[in-house]
């Protein structure tokens, strides 16, 4: 579908055609106005849930994953950066209140903020109305003692205001060295499955960013965990066609299924990319359902699965929780066709060639001061809405040339642009992507550098 075919067909879809016609001009970061306010027409008794096989816990298919709450806006805390409270309570208190039961955050989200504004916002509620899950995340050298290790396990209770944890994680684990480096080497594994028999953590699992060899290696008797869950990234691009190190999710899936070990979903919208889906990709899905949104259609297909238990969602703002909540009140489970067409869809978003990046912040704080999250959602934006100076299409080219670096300019202050990468390479180990940050900054600054030069 050519991008004018495409504009005639959602055109009559207002809020769709918003997001098109806005260009790539702009990029909201967290502090940004939120969304327009839509009606209050979702259903509170009709959320899906599923059951963990070996508790009998009733989890919500959606989980309200804490990692993307709103900031205020910058100089509304004195110089200190705050999430924005009263806004956090008012979206868990309507997820609540629709049915939503299972909250997840970690030492690390929100610039490390994220756990205690969960904290907040839940103790508000009963303690059996919710399940918390949050996570060891021990991921920096000096964060690997085992003092230091405990001291953030021990933290997280606190902040949450808890005094037992319903599914804990080693997080985001890659190959045997980082498992040993973080969690056998300071005995914090051992710790662990203790505080688990007890009781002080209910379940226990891990989060898988990494080789498909290591992944089959903890499903062996020579780890030595019995896992009760296991958090995997599934969405309909990673399914079959997982970039980098990351493995397809199709396998991962299959294997927890043998074992009869639960799936919890991460990035079932890559971070909004596939809320955010190409023009053409937006075409082909908007034929099929004109009044859905791209985000629902991925949704869809993380909880169409019968072995996943919940899929986490990143939610800003309150539009987003009531978009999920429209797809998960109840689940429409993917039908054969419709699993064909997003296969289909997946290999056009193959076709663009973005840079696969979910906007996790891993990265962040740059030493140099880049926005890195923001370089990169600039570059996929302009590419995916067809504003991208093609110099096969002389007609458009001039016009998308200013509009990205109008845009660009806009979006990111000149001091923290992709210009002022140093190449120090401190960023890449943190990326659960595997993106090399800096030759893709380098990219993208020859890119712009070229555009700048053509007056």
Not at 69 to 93: C, K, R, T, W
Request: proline residues 5%; hydrophobic residues 35%.
């Amino acid at each position: 579908m050519e991008r004018r075919q495409f504009l005639k067909t959602v055109g009559g879809t207002a809020a769709v055609s918003a997001a098109v016609l806005t260009g790539c001009g702009e990029v909201k970061r967290p502090g940004a106005s939120p969304p327009p306010r839509t009606p209050d027409d979702i259903p509170k008794d009709k959320m899906t849930y599923r059951v963990h096989p070996r508790s009998g816990d009733k989890v919500s298919l959606l989980g309200f994953g804490c990692m993307r709450f709103p900031f205020l806006p910058v100089g509304a805390g004195g110089g200190e950066e705050l999430i924005d409270q009263d806004a956090v309570n008012e979206m868990i208190d309507y997820a609540l209140d629709h049915g939503v039961n299972y909250f997840d955050s970690s030492p690390v989200y929100c610039r490390g903020l994220s756990e205690r504004a969960t904290g907040i916002a839940l103790s508000r509620h009963k303690r059996d109305k919710f399940f918390v899950s949050t996570k060891l995340s021990n991921m920096s050298q000096g964060a690997r003692s085992r003092e230091a290790s405990i001291a953030m396990y021990r933290n997280s209770f606190k902040q949450l205001q808890v005094d037992y944890i319903d599914y804990y994680l080693v997080h985001s684990v890659a190959n045997y060295e980082i498992f040993k480096q973080r969690y056998l080497d300071n005995g914090m594994l051992d710790f662990l499955l203790a505080e688990r028999e007890a009781g002080r953590i209910r379940h226990f699992g891990w989060s898988f960013h990494g080789e498909k060899e290591f992944f089959d290696w903890t499903l062996t008797p020579e780890c030595g965990v019995d896992w009760d869950f296991v958090l995997i990234q599934l969405n309909y691009l990673d399914w079959r066609h997982a970039t980098g190190r990351n493995v397809n999710a199709e396998y991962l899936y299959g294997e927890l299924q043998k074992r009869n070990i639960p799936a919890m979903v991460m990035e079932p919208l890559l971070g909004g990319r596939l809320a955010r889906t190409n023009y053409k990709a937006q075409g082909m899905l908007k034929q099929a359902e004109p009044e859905k949104s791209a985000a629902s259609w991925a949704l869809r297909f993380a909880g169409s699965p019968p072995g996943v238990l919940t899929v986490l969602s990143g939610m800003t703002y309150l539009e987003h929780l009531k978009d999920n909540l429209r797809t998960y009140c109840p689940l429409n489970p993917l039908s054969g066709s419709e699993y064909k067409l997003l296969e289909e869809v997946a290999r056009v978003i193959l076709d663009f060639q973005t840079i696969n990046c979910t906007e996790c912040n891993y990265c962040m704080p740059c030493p140099y001061g880049l926005d890195i999250p923001g370089i990169i959602m600039h570059y996929n934006r302009c590419l995916n809405e067809g504003n991208f100076p093609n110099v096969n299409d002389e007609e458009n080219y001039q016009r998308a040339r200013r509009a990205f670096l109008i845009g660009y300019d806009r979006a990111i202050p000149k001091l923290r642009q992709a210009a002022m990468c140093t190449k120090c390479n401190l960023c890449h180990p943190e990326c659960p992507q595997f993106i090399r940050i800096s030759d893709e900054m380098e990219k993208i600054d020859q890119f712009v550098e070229k555009l700048r030069k053509e007056k």
